[in-house]
């Protein structure tokens, strides 16, 4: 049986940062196959790290991510993990979430972050001058159309195990 991550990354005091603290709040909700494991990591890179770590055969990040699209655009991503090399190693904070630095620590230790994608949202809002919470409009209608494509990224990865075959041939598409 495959074993897959879903993991929901962000700050909920920043807005649309919170997207994917979102998204896995209400997947979580859902039904999904047996060894999917829904967690909301917020901005604790360490225990998102050693997650990575423990063993799953495929790991879904969820988070609001600029690339400079329309506010509520979905990005799936498939992360070039051999430019990690390329990129400065810097220390991992404990105290905030940078998916980049999480998938560095998780090498230097010695893990293999195996099968991985991003599931992103462009932001609206990452600040609130009067300290309210909660995600733009635009990204909270991006909600459910995540959720939909991260079950089936599940899916796919289901049937390509169910086929013996590794889940490399998905196809990464933006999504407005």
Same mark, same amino acid.
């Given at each position: 049986m495959k074993r897959i991550l879903v993991a929901g990354i962000g700050n909920i005091f @920043?807005? /649309? /940062? &919170? @997207? !994917?603290c979102e998204?896995? +709040?209400? #997947? &979580?909700?859902?039904?999904?196959p047996e060894g999917v494991s829904v967690k909301d990591f917020g901005i604790r890179s360490y225990d998102l790290a050693y997650a990575m770590m423990d063993?799953? /055969? &495929?790991?879904? #990040?969820v988070d609001a991510t600029a690339q400079g699209a329309e506010p509520g655009t979905i990005y799936l991503i498939e992360p070039d993990i051999k430019k990690l090399d390329e990129l400065e190693n810097e220390a991992v904070n404990a105290h905030s979430m940078n998916p980049v630095r999480v998938l560095q620590l998780v090498r230097s230790l010695g893990g293999n972050t195996g099968w991985l994608r991003v599931v992103g949202c462009e932001p609206a809002l990452l600040? +609130?001058? /009067? !300290? &309210? *919470? !909660?995600l733009s409009?635009?990204?909270q209608a991006a909600v459910l159309p995540a959720i939909e *494509?991260?079950? +089936? #990224?599940?899916?796919d990865i289901l049937d390509e195990s169910e086929n013996a075959s590794a889940p490399n041939n998905l196809q990464c598409n933006t999504i407005s």
């Amino acid at each position: 049986m495959k074993r897959i991550l879903v993991a929901g990354i962000g700050n909920i005091f @920043f807005r /649309d /940062d &919170a @997207f !994917g603290c979102e998204v896995v +709040s209400q #997947l &979580a909700r859902r039904p999904l196959p047996e060894g999917v494991s829904v967690k909301d990591f917020g901005i604790r890179s360490y225990d998102l790290a050693y997650a990575m770590m423990d063993g799953y /055969d &495929a790991t879904i #990040l969820v988070d609001a991510t600029a690339q400079g699209a329309e506010p509520g655009t979905i990005y799936l991503i498939e992360p070039d993990i051999k430019k990690l090399d390329e990129l400065e190693n810097e220390a991992v904070n404990a105290h905030s979430m940078n998916p980049v630095r999480v998938l560095q620590l998780v090498r230097s230790l010695g893990g293999n972050t195996g099968w991985l994608r991003v599931v992103g949202c462009e932001p609206a809002l990452l600040e +609130s001058e /009067d !300290g &309210a *919470m !909660g995600l733009s409009e635009k990204v909270q209608a991006a909600v459910l159309p995540a959720i939909e *494509m991260i079950e +089936s #990224l599940i899916r796919d990865i289901l049937d390509e195990s169910e086929n013996a075959s590794a889940p490399n041939n998905l196809q990464c598409n933006t999504i407005s």
